[in-house]
């Protein structure tokens, strides 16, 4: 189908605006967004085989028909422009969005039917991969963890064009690691945590004890950490209905809080709730293992093992994940383990690459036997 025939099954008095990349048709019969085939995260396009994102900002028009309307009669078609035409992919219903100011900043919508594997390889293609982080941090957590966090944050990190932190920005009376990891996040403000979070430096509050400050909570703030700020790299502090300390301290902590919000907040994720214990048959590369005992804070011991970027174990056996900053990331890891954060349970002596592939491997078997109790995963984020 050409671009204006699909334009005009949004029917008469249409008017057409972009949004991230797309084209937004809002008529009187139906909405109708155009977009690329691309491999994007910030762009408007295809997210999976069941989800289509709409990136703003869109104008209040816009926001009103996706959000205010969402559950009126008027369908939303969604197109992608491929070879030869436009592809229909089918009807969108809006599951979230996001709005500021009047706008829409991001509109996640249902794809029904949802995509068939050869559909999605066409309209969502995997583009070339990201160069791949350096892993120096790896090498560097023996000798200085502050060091050690810089050159993570600088290779998994986007920095979205901010000016570097003004001298006073970052109050000078903190420890080293604190001033150090302020410092890099104000450049990159996911580094401050998606799931849990370190408070900006302009939050910092007195703690329950008169000597700490509370410098980061959990999700839910049923915990938050505390530290001595007059102490170099001072024991970390998790309060809840007792006080417990971190089994790192300020330094080493700042590591792994990185490590678990990269994880958690990757752009990419591929799960497998069930895996099998792991096979030393597929062993076939060796992976680092971070330095830093275990946290208490994610309320189960954790364990840090690395590809590129890192990569962390859980035990017992319960669940693998595999996390990347690009689609295209996936498919290189699954057969090299880079340019991805890989979460792998098991055995830490025999968890790697090819071990956490096999897991994803062999649930997606499961599942699709009917053996196993869990939605499909999605296939744009599968091996």
Same mark, same amino acid.
Do not use: K
């Given at each position: 189908?050409g671009?204006?025939?699909?334009?005009?099954?949004? #029917?008469?008095?249409? =008017?057409?605006?972009? +949004?991230?990349? /797309?084209?937004?048709?809002?008529? %009187? !019969?139906?909405?109708?967004? *155009?977009?690329d085939?691309?491999?994007?995260?910030?762009?408007?396009?295809?997210?999976?085989?069941?989800?289509?994102?709409?990136m703003?900002?869109?104008?209040?028009v816009?926001?009103?028909?996706?959000?205010?309307?969402?559950?009126?009669?008027?369908?939303?078609?969604?197109?992608?422009?491929?070879?030869?035409?436009?592809?229909y992919?089918?009807?969108?219903?809006?599951?979230y969005?996001?709005?500021?100011?009047?706008?829409l900043?991001?509109?996640?919508?249902?794809?029904?039917?949802?995509?068939?594997?050869?559909?999605?390889?066409?309209?969502?293609?995997?583009?070339?991969?990201?160069?791949?982080?350096?892993?120096?941090?790896?090498?560097?957590?023996?000798?200085?963890?502050?060091?050690?966090?810089?050159?993570?944050?600088? #290779?998994?990190?986007? =920095?979205?064009?901010? +000016?570097?932190? /003004?001298?006073?920005a970052?109050? %000078? !009376?903190?420890?080293?690691a *604190?001033?150090?990891?302020?410092?890099?996040?104000?450049?990159?403000?996911?580094?401050?945590?998606?799931?849990?979070?370190?408070?900006?430096?302009?939050?910092?509050?007195?703690?329950?004890?008169?000597?700490?400050?509370?410098?980061?909570?959990?999700?839910?703030?049923?915990?938050?950490?505390?530290?001595?700020?007059a102490?170099?790299?001072?024991?970390?502090?998790?309060?809840?209905?007792?006080?417990?300390?971190?089994r790192?301290?300020?330094?080493?902590?700042?590591?792994?809080?990185s490590?678990?919000e990269?994880?958690?907040?990757?752009?990419?994720?591929a799960?497998?709730?069930?895996?099998?214990?792991?096979?030393?048959?597929?062993?076939?590369?060796?992976?680092?293992?971070?330095?830093?005992?275990?946290?208490?804070?994610? #309320?189960?011991?954790? =364990?840090?093992?690395?590809?590129?970027?890192?990569?962390?174990?859980?035990?017992?056996?319960?669940w693998?994940?595999?996390?990347?900053?690009?689609?295209?990331?996936?498919?290189?890891?699954?057969?090299?383990?880079?340019?991805?954060?890989?979460?792998?349970?098991?055995?830490?002596?025999?968890?790697?690459?090819?071990?956490?592939?096999?897991?994803?491997?062999?649930?997606a078997?499961?599942?699709?036997?009917?053996?196993?109790?869990?939605?499909?995963?999605?296939?744009?984020?599968?091996?």
């Amino acid at each position: 189908m050409g671009e204006e025939a699909a334009c005009s099954l949004a #029917g008469g008095h249409a =008017r057409s605006s972009t +949004a991230g990349g /797309a084209r937004v048709v809002l008529g %009187a !019969d139906a909405s109708v967004i *155009l977009c690329d085939a691309v491999d994007e995260p910030g762009v408007s396009g295809v997210w999976s085989g069941q989800l289509f994102r709409l990136m703003g900002p869109a104008s209040a028009v816009v926001r009103a028909r996706m959000v205010d309307e969402s559950d009126g009669p008027l369908p939303v078609h969604l197109f992608v422009r491929v070879f030869g035409g436009c592809r229909y992919l089918g009807v969108g219903r809006p599951v979230y969005s996001s709005c500021a100011a009047g706008e829409l900043l991001q509109c996640d919508l249902r794809i029904e039917p949802p995509l068939a594997p050869e559909v999605l390889d066409e309209v969502r293609p995997t583009g070339r991969s990201p160069q791949t982080p350096s892993l120096d941090w790896l090498t560097r957590l023996g000798e200085d963890r502050v060091r050690a966090l810089g050159h993570f944050a600088t #290779g998994w990190y986007p =920095r979205p064009g901010l +000016a570097p932190a /003004a001298p006073g920005a970052v109050p %000078a !009376d903190l420890p080293r690691a *604190l001033r150090e990891f302020y410092r890099l996040a104000y450049q990159r403000p996911g580094m401050l945590g998606g799931q849990n979070r370190i408070l900006p430096a302009t939050e910092l509050r007195p703690g329950a004890d008169p000597r700490r400050v509370v410098f980061g909570e959990e999700n839910q703030l049923c915990f938050h950490w505390e530290l001595d700020p007059a102490e170099v790299d001072p024991v970390v502090w998790l309060t809840a209905a007792e006080d417990s300390a971190e089994r790192e301290p300020l330094s080493g902590f700042l590591m792994q809080f990185s490590l678990f919000e990269a994880m958690a907040g990757a752009p990419y994720l591929a799960q497998a709730w069930y895996p099998p214990v792991p096979s030393r048959s597929y062993r076939t590369s060796p992976t680092g293992c971070a330095p830093c005992r275990s946290g208490r804070g994610g #309320g189960r011991p954790t =364990r840090r093992r690395s590809t590129s970027p890192p990569a962390s174990s859980h035990a017992p056996v319960t669940w693998a994940t595999a996390c990347s900053r690009s689609r295209s990331a996936h498919s290189t890891a699954a057969h090299y383990g880079r340019s991805v954060n890989w979460a792998s349970t098991g055995r830490p002596s025999t968890d790697d690459v090819a071990t956490t592939r096999h897991h994803l491997d062999t649930h997606a078997r499961r599942r699709d036997a009917g053996r196993c109790g869990c939605s499909p995963p999605e296939r744009a984020v599968r091996p």
